[in-house]
């Protein structure tokens, strides 16, 4: 992610000293992000991710590194977060909350083909179900009732049009929310984030076929998680890995092999078949509204990358006055 705080090699050496046994040998932070701080760390033990939270307090951060242990127990691919002989995981460095995280091996799929979305599908399925006997609830920080704080906040940056898109949309979706149906979609543990740069994909050695050979290697960056419908956490995928970004259109084909390897897995129940593009259309305006939060009240960083909401926007906007990509009927 950004780096908002330096740290040293001497500091990054004095923290790790008491969660593995290797010693530290480089250190780099990690450019891409915009809402923690994040090294490589490489030492004799092996690879491993530091953080420093710069938002999220250490109460608050307990879900997210006791899920990531729970998932990892599961046999989830997921950053396991190291503890130390007291088995405590969160601590503290120049000030920020800290944790030290095993380091996932692959890299990031920019241009995913149906292949790679069906494989992110499956293990997105896998991860619900695997999350079901996780014993603690917390509700997303970047949830429904944030909406409404940031769109205060945003609305008077917005010309005429935005501004009554955001109104007409946070109606619709205050309606959704009170809708009973909405209210009983199976839920648990989300992501909430699972982008194309929290996931990794490790390259096989025996294909020829370069996208056949690409497996999913695992899942990262779990700190937009929470207890929220899984038909949230599946819009999300959707509207990042099934879109077309120049354009902000599902892709059929993409979607369609996200959906099915999902099923295959864990089966949508009929409500959240129906509910899927009225979802669809929240998790675009989330997106939209932490975009427009970043560019209009920005934070110091040292490598800073601001993502532009024009994006989102568009796919906000194709959404709602599109229908359904998929239904059981055309299955």
């Not at 608050?60 to 977060?81: C, D, N, Q, R, T």
């Not at 419908?229 to 819009?235: G, K, L, P, S």
């Given at each position: 992610?950004?780096?908002?705080?330096?740290?040293?090699?001497?500091?990054?050496?004095?923290?790790?000293?008491?969660?593995?046994?290797?010693?530290?040998?480089?250190?780099?932070?990690?450019?891409?992000?915009?809402?923690?701080?994040n090294?490589?760390?490489?030492?004799?033990?092996?690879?491993?991710?530091?953080t420093?939270?710069?938002?999220?307090?250490?109460?608050?951060?307990?879900?997210?590194?006791?899920?990531?242990?729970h998932?990892?127990?599961k046999?989830?691919?997921?950053?396991?977060?190291?503890?130390?002989?007291?088995?405590?995981?969160?601590?503290?460095?120049?000030?920020?909350?800290?944790?030290?995280?095993t380091?996932l091996?692959?890299?990031h799929?920019?241009?995913p083909?149906?292949?790679?979305?069906?494989?992110?599908?499956?293990?997105?399925?896998?991860?619900?179900?695997?999350?079901?006997?996780?014993?603690?609830?917390?509700?997303?920080?970047?949830?429904?009732?944030?909406?409404?704080?940031?769109?205060?906040?945003?609305?008077?940056?917005?010309?005429?049009?935005?501004?009554?898109?955001?109104?007409?949309?946070?109606?619709f979706q205050?309606?959704?929310?009170?809708?009973?149906?909405?209210?009983?979609l199976?839920?648990?543990p989300?992501?909430?984030?699972?982008?194309?740069?929290?996931v990794?994909?490790?390259?096989?050695?025996?294909?020829?076929?370069?996208?056949?050979?690409?497996?999913?290697?695992?899942?990262?960056?779990?700190?937009?998680?929470?207890?929220?419908?899984?038909?949230?956490?599946?819009?999300v995928?959707?509207?990042?890995?099934?879109?077309?970004?120049?354009?902000?259109?599902?892709l059929?084909?993409?979607?369609n092999?996200?959906?099915?390897?999902?099923?295959?897995?864990?089966?949508?129940?009929?409500?959240?078949?129906?509910?899927?593009?009225?979802?669809?259309?929240?998790?675009?305006?989330?997106?939209?509204?932490?975009?427009?939060?970043?560019?209009h009240?920005?934070?110091?960083?040292?490598?800073?990358?601001a993502?532009?909401?024009?994006?989102?926007?568009?796919?906000?906007?194709?959404h709602?006055?599109?229908?359904p990509?998929?239904?059981?009927?055309?299955?």
């Amino acid at each position: 992610m950004a780096v908002f705080t330096p740290v040293s090699e001497e500091q990054a050496a004095g923290f790790i000293a008491s969660l593995t046994p290797g010693k530290l040998t480089s250190l780099r932070g990690i450019p891409s992000g915009i809402e923690n701080t994040n090294y490589f760390v490489t030492t004799t033990a092996g690879e491993f991710v530091l953080t420093l939270f710069e938002r999220l307090r250490e109460d608050e951060l307990s879900f997210y590194l006791k899920l990531m242990l729970h998932l990892a127990g599961k046999g989830i691919p997921v950053p396991e977060p190291k503890t130390d002989r007291n088995g405590q995981i969160v601590f503290r460095l120049n000030g920020k909350p800290a944790c030290l995280v095993t380091r996932l091996e692959g890299q990031h799929c920019p241009a995913p083909t149906p292949h790679h979305c069906a494989q992110v599908g499956a293990m997105l399925a896998r991860m619900h179900l695997a999350g079901r006997d996780f014993g603690l609830e917390q509700f997303p920080t970047r949830g429904y009732g944030w909406w409404f704080h940031a769109a205060d906040q945003i609305l008077p940056f917005l010309d005429g049009s935005k501004r009554e898109t955001l109104l007409d949309e946070l109606r619709f979706q205050q309606t959704l929310a009170n809708d009973h149906l909405y209210q009983n979609l199976p839920r648990g543990p989300v992501h909430g984030d699972l982008f194309r740069d929290n996931v990794l994909f490790a390259d096989g050695s025996k294909s020829n076929d370069k996208a056949g050979a690409q497996t999913l290697s695992g899942f990262f960056d779990f700190y937009f998680a929470g207890t929220d419908t899984f038909i949230f956490d599946v819009a999300v995928c959707l509207n990042d890995w099934c879109i077309d970004h120049p354009s902000g259109a599902l892709l059929p084909a993409a979607a369609n092999a996200f959906v099915k390897a999902y099923e295959v897995v864990r089966p949508l129940t009929p409500q959240e078949h129906r509910h899927l593009p009225a979802v669809l259309r929240a998790a675009a305006l989330r997106f939209w509204l932490s975009r427009l939060m970043d560019l209009h009240f920005p934070r110091e960083s040292t490598l800073l990358h601001a993502h532009n909401p024009e994006h989102f926007f568009r796919v906000l906007c194709l959404h709602r006055c599109s229908s359904p990509f998929l239904t059981r009927n055309q299955r």
